[in-house]
């Protein structure tokens, strides 16, 4: 039997297709008892067979128990206490690339009032799609308010001058894209009314050139924004506990070449665990029929029309990305209201019953093409069913080792306990200065819970154990993966079946309160366990 350390690395694979649902009756209230059987789910209008099923019902904050110093050899009987610990982790992510000054103040003001009633076992980060203002992970809410104060638009691009033809991102990508003549001639009107000797073959090459232009700062903006949420939620995942990730944004356009980024973004917040919710910090908002009165005038009749219709289009575009993310996660999306506080009370609510459908698609071809999903009930009632839209099928098959590893790391970053593989759990800690401590892991495992198989008259079996380090805010601090590899012979295996096997994990830290995380993977029967524990070194 031997041994080996190694520095825990983590990367991420999918592995099952993952489709969250929330059900709601008649009355928006989340219906809680619904069993796997009851669900119907079709890929591309085929049936498929649910092999994964769970519910997650919200809850409150864990409360560990915590070790006390002393020697490291040696518990400390009748001195144990309890160590409340962040159940829930929050991230607001402002779309400062793409919100106006006047939709910016408000949300920032609601925001404040809504960060003033953060319950104390909750941690707050403030993110920003521009990344010029970041704040990560705290309960200290004079620095949430201070952060909330530095917001202000940051697009990309800048704010400019309008220009003749004025294109919108949506119209661009009509005309460079799709080769949409009614997008091109409402341009050419607008060339026409603001510089009437421009001949129409003139305009049309002057529309398509700034249509060029618009395209390409539009599709840098969409990017960048769909990498900041996507890096957000890769932030969440490495949170243990409760994740949402709140989306403040007026929406954008992500043109069909980008539909893969937000597949990715659902694909990694449902494996990590992560709701993604969307408040619209539009409000309940009016388009004016050929523009306000900061834009040119003179138009005729026809050309306003052109315009205030792809305006219509291209406002309604915008917040579907909010919604595919929302719907896609579990989330909640809120639109069309301006009582801002109400929304963020909305978004930063968790459904109280979440139901995690998983299945392994049929026949798959591995060419990357979309796959829509439809989920039912198999006995409909009035109920309403939010649940993802699609998926990209993958181009090549998971790798098994990768698989297990993701496990583990899922199994790392979360709170819930398992118990397929006997195992305890203590912890100590041992104070060598004021500013310095050493924090021991004991690992006990009972041989006779795992399973092994016989190679060469010898027991055979693998088992991963990894354990990790949070911080009172629940950030990552480190981890250390052990390898145990078991050959054991009969008689061997006898004993240590009375004795059990004790893995020992030192961490050196500083004094503070930690959370403890322990995983346990065997590789033949592909077991798990996971245990949560904690230290407060004074």
Do not use: W
């Amino acid at each position: 039997m031997s041994s080996h350390d190694a520095p825990a690395t983590f990367k991420a694979k999918v592995n099952l297709v993952l489709v969250p649902v929330v059900v709601r009756d008649s009355q928006g209230h989340a219906i809680g008892n619904l069993k796997q059987e009851d669900f119907q789910v079709f890929d591309k209008g085929k049936p498929q067979l649910i092999t994964k099923f769970s519910v997650e019902k919200s809850g409150g904050a864990a409360t560990l128990e915590k070790s006390t110093g002393g020697n490291l050899s040696q518990s400390a009987p009748g001195q144990e206490t309890t160590l409340t610990m962040p159940d829930r982790y929050v991230a607001y992510l402002f779309d400062d690339v793409h919100l106006k000054f006047e939709d910016l103040a408000r949300v920032r003001d609601a925001a404040a009032r809504h960060l003033a009633g953060l319950a104390s076992v909750d941690r707050a980060a403030i993110f920003t799609t521009s990344g010029q203002t970041v704040l990560d992970f705290t309960d200290d809410r004079a620095k949430l308010n201070e952060t909330l104060l530095r917001l202000r638009p940051r697009p990309i691009t800048g704010p400019g001058v309008r220009q003749c033809p004025d294109i919108s991102y949506y119209m661009a990508d009509l005309i460079v894209n799709k080769s949409d003549a009614q997008a091109l001639q409402a341009g050419v009107l607008e060339v026409m009314a603001c510089m009437p000797q421009t001949p129409p073959q003139v305009a049309a090459q002057m529309v398509r050139g700034a249509a060029q232009q618009q395209l390409s700062s539009g599709d840098h903006e969409t990017r960048v924004s769909l990498i900041v949420v996507k890096e957000s939620v890769r932030r969440l995942s490495a949170m243990p506990g409760k994740r949402n990730l709140i989306l403040v944004s007026p929406g954008f356009i992500a043109p069909f070449d980008l539909v893969q980024d937000k597949t990715e973004i659902i694909d990694r917040a449902n494996r990590s665990n992560v709701i993604i919710s969307a408040l619209d910090a539009r409000g309940l908002y009016a388009l004016v029929p050929g523009g306000d009165a900061s834009q040119p005038s003179g138009f005729s009749l026809d050309a306003e029309r052109m315009k205030s219709d792809f305006q219509r289009q291209e406002a309604f575009l915008q917040s579907d990305v909010l919604a595919e993310l929302a719907e896609g996660t579990g989330g909640t999306f809120v639109h069309d209201n301006n009582d801002l506080d109400e929304g963020f009370r909305r978004v930063d609510a968790r459904p109280e019953f979440l139901y995690m459908l998983a299945f392994s698609p049929q026949n798959l071809k591995l060419d990357g093409t979309f796959h829509k999903l439809k989920v039912t009930l198999k006995e409909p009632n009035k109920a309403t069913l939010q649940a993802r839209r699609g998926y990209y099928a993958p181009k090549r098959l998971d790798d098994p080792a990768e698989t297990a590893k993701q496990e583990i790391q899922d199994a790392l970053f979360s709170r819930e306990a398992m118990h397929d593989i006997p195992v305890q759990l203590h912890t100590q800690f041992f104070k060598s200065s004021e500013d310095s401590a050493k924090v021991t892991v004991l690992v006990r495992l009972d041989v006779k819970g795992i399973h092994f198989r016989k190679v060469d008259g010898r027991n055979r079996n693998d088992l991963t154990i990894v354990s990790g380090l949070f911080d009172r805010n629940g950030n990552y601090v480190t981890a250390v993966e052990k390898k145990l590899e078991m050959r054991l012979l009969d008689a061997t295996l006898e004993k240590r079946a009375g004795s059990g096997i004790t893995i020992r994990t030192s961490f050196d830290v500083k004094p503070g309160s930690y959370l403890v995380r322990l995983v346990v993977r065997d590789a033949e029967g592909q077991l798990m366990s996971a245990e949560n524990g904690a230290v407060e070194i004074p």
